[in-house]
C-alpha cells in the first residue's frame, strides 16, 4: 500500500504532538517529535554545563552526543546516550533555553540530517516547526497547526495542573516568546510553508483535528 509523508507545523502548545501521535496511530505510521531531539540536545548541554548562548561549545556538544527516538505505546521514547531522558525533556529549564538552542546552525544541520533519514522511507507524521518549509519539502500533506496563544496557555496550564507553580499569566507570556524566538531566527523559522493547510484549532478538538488530517491524508493516496 502506498505510503505518505505527514508535516505538522505550528507554533508551542497548539497541540501537534497529541494530534500527529493520534493520526499516526490510525494511519498505521511512524510518529516523530522533532522537538524532542531539540529538548535532548538542550537538556544534554545543560547538564554538561553549557552556556545557551555558547555557540561553538552548543554546536560541538550537538555533533558528540547520540540522540535517538524509538517508537512506545505511550507515542515516543527519548534516548540521549542510550539514557531515557523522555520525562526530563520536558523541564521548565529545558523549555526556557530551547528555542536559544535550536537556533544554531550546527545543531539544527545535525537534527535535520537525522530527521530526513527517518523520514526517507515514507510513511510518517513529524511534527515540529520547520518539517514542511524545510526538512521534508516534498511531504506530500503539510499541515500548519495554530491556535490562540491564549488558548494554548490555558491548555498547558490545565496539563500542568498546578506542577512548576506557575501562573496561567506567566505561561501565556513564555509560550509567546518562544515563538516569537522560533519566528524571528535566522535558520529555517517557524513559518507557514505556501503550500500547508492552516488548522485553527481553538475551538477544535484534538479527535475533530486528528480527524481532519486523516481525512486530508487520504485524499493524497
Ligand atoms: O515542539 P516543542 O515545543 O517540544 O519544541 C521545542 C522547541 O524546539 C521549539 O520551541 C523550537 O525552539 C525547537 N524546534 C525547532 N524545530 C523543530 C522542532 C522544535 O526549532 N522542527
Given at each position: 500500500r502506498e505510503r505518505i509523508n505527514i508535516a505538522i507545523d505550528g507554533p508551542a502548545g497548539a497541540g501537534k504532538s497529541t494530534v500527529a501521535r493520534s493520526v499516526a496511530e490510525t494511519l498505521g505510521y511512524i510518529y516523530i517529535d522533532t522537538g524532542a531531539m531539540y529538548r535532548a540536545v538542550t537538556l544534554s548541554a545543560l547538564r554538561s554545563g553549557?552556556?545557551?548562548?555558547d555557540r561553538m561549545q552548543l554546536s560541538q556538544h550537538a555533533e558528540s552526543i547520540e540522540i535517538s527516538l524509538q517508537p512506545s505505546s505511550a507515542g515516543q521514547v527519548v534516548l540521549l546516550n542510550g539514557c531515557d531522558v523522555t520525562i526530563d525533556i520536558r523541564s521548565r529549564e529545558v523549555t526556557l533555553n530551547v528555542s536559544q538552542v535550536s537556533a544554531v546552525e550546527r545543531v539544527r544541520v545535525r537534527l535535520v540530517a537525522m530527521q530526513r533519514q527517518l523520514a526517507r522511507g515514507k510513511g510518517v507524521v513529524m511534527d515540529g516547526r520547520?518539517?514542511?518549509?524545510?526538512?521534508?519539502?516534498?511531504?506530500e500533506l503539510k499541515v500548519y497547526l495554530t491556535a490562540t496563544v491564549e488558548e494554548r496557555a490555558l491548555r498547558r496550564f490545565k496539563e500542568l495542573d498546578?506542577?512548576?507553580?506557575?501562573?496561567l499569566e506567566q505561561l501565556e507570556h513564555e509560550i509567546a516568546e518562544r515563538d516569537r524566538k522560533d519566528q524571528e531566527?535566522?535558520?529555517?523559522?517557524l513559518v507557514c510553508a505556501p503550500d500547508a493547510i492552516v488548522l485553527?484549532?481553538?475551538?477544535?478538538t484534538i479527535e475533530q483535528v486528528a480527524d481532519n488530517i486523516v481525512n486530508l491524508s487520504r485524499t493524497k493516496l
Amino acid at each position: 500500500r502506498e505510503r505518505i509523508n505527514i508535516a505538522i507545523d505550528g507554533p508551542a502548545g497548539a497541540g501537534k504532538s497529541t494530534v500527529a501521535r493520534s493520526v499516526a496511530e490510525t494511519l498505521g505510521y511512524i510518529y516523530i517529535d522533532t522537538g524532542a531531539m531539540y529538548r535532548a540536545v538542550t537538556l544534554s548541554a545543560l547538564r554538561s554545563g553549557i552556556s545557551p548562548d555558547d555557540r561553538m561549545q552548543l554546536s560541538q556538544h550537538a555533533e558528540s552526543i547520540e540522540i535517538s527516538l524509538q517508537p512506545s505505546s505511550a507515542g515516543q521514547v527519548v534516548l540521549l546516550n542510550g539514557c531515557d531522558v523522555t520525562i526530563d525533556i520536558r523541564s521548565r529549564e529545558v523549555t526556557l533555553n530551547v528555542s536559544q538552542v535550536s537556533a544554531v546552525e550546527r545543531v539544527r544541520v545535525r537534527l535535520v540530517a537525522m530527521q530526513r533519514q527517518l523520514a526517507r522511507g515514507k510513511g510518517v507524521v513529524m511534527d515540529g516547526r520547520d518539517i514542511g518549509s524545510h526538512v521534508l519539502p516534498d511531504a506530500e500533506l503539510k499541515v500548519y497547526l495554530t491556535a490562540t496563544v491564549e488558548e494554548r496557555a490555558l491548555r498547558r496550564f490545565k496539563e500542568l495542573d498546578g506542577r512548576d507553580g506557575i501562573t496561567l499569566e506567566q505561561l501565556e507570556h513564555e509560550i509567546a516568546e518562544r515563538d516569537r524566538k522560533d519566528q524571528e531566527r535566522e535558520i529555517s523559522p517557524l513559518v507557514c510553508a505556501p503550500d500547508a493547510i492552516v488548522l485553527d484549532s481553538t475551538s477544535m478538538t484534538i479527535e475533530q483535528v486528528a480527524d481532519n488530517i486523516v481525512n486530508l491524508s487520504r485524499t493524497k493516496l
